[in-house]
């Protein structure tokens, strides 16, 4: 199936598990459950479950095993989104189409739901996934914890907050962005693949090399989005790095060199997939659709 036709039902697949995973708005605290439920069911791409589940299927994982993982690692992006969009950090109004969740609830409220979001995905993922073995389990926390924590996003926030209003070089970008937005799709594929229950270091290499490659073009895609297109397609403000004076691959390199840059990205990530046996065409669609893509 191509990632056209396969992509809408991935997306509602992770939002049915989703739905089941978090908690009713009608239990208490019935504040922080509705927020924690505006923010991760809210219109979005579902592009980190997506590599769950695709990377799974080349490699048999299991289905309740996938969703725990794709569950897992929504979780950890939907509470990255309500904290950066806080007053302290970007001070967003706008995330997917809709009032930021401190705008539509209260910054109290949503610092608890992202904080109540992060726990949720650790427990999700541990609670889910029985059916394999017990070192695969404390791996796949292990990968999910480091893309998370000071050596993945959250560092990469930080290096994103530093760098506001300097000059910065390439490599400094690179690696803000390899960190802040790179690290949590990388776990995304290697959780999928540690679904099946296998664990073999060569693919794992390959795997991480094409997700590092393709975590970048995002973040590159990203960036040209931010200048090419409008409010109502990204669901946020357009412009907003520029008004903040974050550092961009279009303002470093230019507009057409960062379009270059995506493209030798995916090219590079779809070479690493040559490696593999299985079949990675599914992958090699998604590549493209990063760095293709309109939102």
Not at 204 to 221: H, I, N, T
Request: aromatic fraction near 4%.
């Amino acid at each position: 199936m191509s990632l056209t036709n396969l992509l809408p039902t991935l997306q509602a697949r992770a939002n049915a598990a989703l739905n089941t995973c978090l908690p009713s708005e009608t239990i208490p605290p019935k504040s922080l459950h509705a927020a924690m439920r505006y923010s991760v069911l809210a219109p979005g791409k579902r592009l980190r479950p997506a590599l769950v589940y695709v990377t799974g299927m080349v490699f048999g994982g299991s289905d309740s095993v996938l969703d725990a993982a794709a569950t897992s690692v929504e979780l950890i992006h939907a509470y990255s989104l309500i904290h950066d969009d806080l007053p302290a950090m970007d001070d967003d109004d706008l995330r997917r189409g809709r009032p930021t969740c401190h705008k539509q609830f209260d910054e109290a409220t949503a610092i608890l739901a992202g904080d109540a979001l992060q726990a949720l995905a650790f427990e999700s993922l541990i609670n889910n996934t029985e059916s394999i073995s017990p070192e695969i389990r404390i791996e796949m926390l292990r990968v999910l914890a480091h893309a998370s924590g000071p050596a993945g996003m959250a560092g990469g926030q930080a290096l994103d907050l530093d760098a506001v209003g300097k000059t910065v070089t390439l490599s400094d970008l690179e690696l803000i962005h390899r960190h802040k937005t790179g690290d949590l799709i990388t776990a995304s594929i290697l959780l999928g693949y540690l679904s099946s229950a296998q664990n073999d270091s060569s693919i794992r290499k390959k795997l991480q090399k094409y997700s590092e490659c393709v975590g970048l073009a995002f973040q590159v895609q990203d960036d040209i989005l931010d200048v090419e297109g409008t409010t109502e397609e990204l669901g946020k403000p357009q412009g907003s790095d520029e008004e903040l004076e974050k550092p961009t691959y279009p303002n470093l390199l230019g507009m057409d060199e960062a379009k270059k840059t995506a493209l030798r990205l995916r090219d590079n990530a779809t070479q690493c997939l040559q490696e593999i046996e299985q079949d990675t065409s599914t992958l090699e669609e998604i590549a493209d659709f990063i760095i293709f893509r309109t939102r």
